[in-house]
Nanobody
Framework: QVQLVESGGGLVQAGGSLRLSCVPS????????VAWHRQAPGKQRELVAR???????YYADSVRGRFTISRDNAKNTVFLQMNSLRPEDTAVYYC?????????WGQGTQVTVSS
């Protein structure tokens, strides 16, 4: 079992920045894929960004150029730096780690962007 703990969400004005953190309960960051998803009210959960074990990154079109996913192996932490935030970025953001054949999810952190 792996527990994931997200932090860093909050309320920010449009154009502002936030940095989300995801810390797993086991030291898996350096060798496994980790992703951030988000779910807005009334919408399906969507993939926002992903980083693989070999540092390949993927971004949804809606966030490319504004969000950056990164990993600090020494701290066993994955970050999502979110700049130029927009009201449509408002959602609960979830961290997902793939360990073996299992996907583990965090509880989510709320991000609210006011206009």
């Amino acid at each position: 079992q792996v527990q994931l703990v997200e932090s860093g969400g909050g309320l920010v004005q449009a154009g502002g920045s936030l940095r989300l953190s995801c810390v797993p309960s086991r030291n898996i960051i350096s060798t496994n894929d980790v992703a951030w998803h988000r779910q807005a009210p009334g919408k399906q959960r969507e993939l926002v960004a992903r980083i693989t074990s070999v540092d390949t990154t993927y971004y949804a079109d809606s966030v490319r150029g504004r969000f950056t996913i990164s990993r600090d192996n020494a701290k066993n932490t994955v970050f999502l730096q979110m700049n130029s935030l927009r009201p449509e970025d408002t959602a609960v953001y979830y961290c997902r780690a793939t360990f073996g054949v299992t996907n583990y999810w965090g509880q989510g952190t709320q991000v609210t962007v006011s206009s």
